[in-house]
């Protein structure tokens, strides 16, 4: 049995936590044992807000041992896999720690604040032998699966272009300081830049247009021209701008040589160009789920993660990098 420590419990933590209980619950060999985050005895009782639901608003916690200090946890736990969930800025130092202690990883996306750290946190997995998976959740979102199996297999033929979008209103506390998050380009933006990078690999070159809306918060809205040596036309936007009620929405248009995708409003249409279109037949789990019982396995057999590594992540978060400093200089081509 593999018993988990929860760092961190505002809403993605939340998320992470829902689907430990339902995976203990369908015979999955892990148990969530303790949940450790400072500000742990006014979570317990209080809400955490985010871009889509948790199970719960209020969560009873009675079950599990609770603690506001990280080394008095893994003191008094015997714990094989950590999952982290704080603020980006945190990720690296104790990634680090937590793999040379013995500790498998999962660490919430963006990898790091900077590449140089989520280089040093793939080096660290390596040189202990431990698994670290970051969590890019999009990779195991059903919608995004099916779109890297139809380009994987060439079943509709080459991808001449497309366009990945996800905006929501302003996110809440630390999220607006830039210096910590990055703003929208680093923590929301991420996730279909490396989409984009998971299907494609890296491009030659990116063009970056954004803006900073609210003071102090970073790039709040982006678009990013991918540049690629056979001409296909990538876009991806990102807006957390978008307030009233908006709410949130993630999608796609993908368009290939015998067909298109478009994904909206969690519907998957697929159109080919000489047959009638359908909807595409999708697992109705989200993306963390997918993401949390594939992590499990994998440690749980001893097998290295092929889906979500910190090279990988880290090289993501490269072209992050290289698109703040197109935007830096007014949509300029950065070559990567």
């Given amino acids: 049995m593999l018993k988990v420590g929860l760092i961190g419990f505002g809403f993605m ?7 430990y209980v339902r995976l203990a619950s369908e015979g999955e060999p892990v148990e969530l044992v303790a949940i450790c985050d400072l500000k742990i005895e006014e979570l317990k009782n209080g ?15 009675t079950p599990y041992r609770l603690y506001d200090n990280i ?6 736990e015997e714990l094989d896999i950590i999952d982290i969930t704080l603020p980006t800025p945190l990720h690296a130092e104790l990634t680090c720690s937590l793999l040379e202690k013995g500790m498998h990883v999962l660490c919430e996306k963006p990898v790091a604040r900077h590449s140089a ?8 997995a390596k040189a202990t032998g431990k698994t670290l998976m970051i969590g890019q959740c999009l990779r195991f979102w059903p919608a995004y699966s099916y779109l890297k199996s139809v380009v994987e297999d060439g079943r509709y033929g080459a991808v001449n272009a497309g366009y990945f979008f996800r905006g929501s209103g302003l996110p809440q506390e630390w999220f607006l300081d830039g210096e910590k998050s990055g703003g929208c380009i680093l923590d929301m933006h991420i996730h279909d830049a490396d989409i984009i990078h998971w299907l494609f690999g890296k491009p030659d070159h990116v063009s970056t247009l954004a803006r900073n809306v609210i003071p102090g918060s970073g790039y709040d809205t982006v678009s990013t021209n991918y540049v690629y040596p056979d001409g296909k036309v990538l876009n991806a936007q990102a807006d957390w701008t978008l307030q ?3 709410g949130f929405s993630m999608t796609y248009r993908v368009n290939l040589e015998k067909g298109n995708l478009v994904f909206e409003n969690g519907e998957l249409k697929v159109n080919p160009n000489n047959a009638p279109g359908f909807v595409a037949e999708l697992s109705p789990d989200s993306g963390y789920y997918h993401q949390l019982k594939y992590f499990i396995q ?5 097998t290295p993660v092929s889906v979500c ?12 990098e290289a698109e703040m400093r197109s935007a830096d200089e007014r949509g300029a081509l950065v070559s990567l």
């Fill in 13 to 19: 933590g939340r998320m992470h936590f829902d689907n």
């Fill in 47 to 61: 809400k955490a807000a985010g871009n889509m639901a948790t199970e719960q608003e209020v969560y009873d916690l």
């Fill in 71 to 76: 080394d008095a946890m893994l003191e008094q």
């Fill in 117 to 124: 750290e989520g280089w040093k946190m793939a080096e660290t």
């Fill in 244 to 246: 009233g009620d908006y």
């Fill in 298 to 302: 994998s440690v749980q057999a001893g």
């Fill in 309 to 320: 590594t910190p090279e990988s992540a880290t090289g993501t978060l490269e072209l992050i």
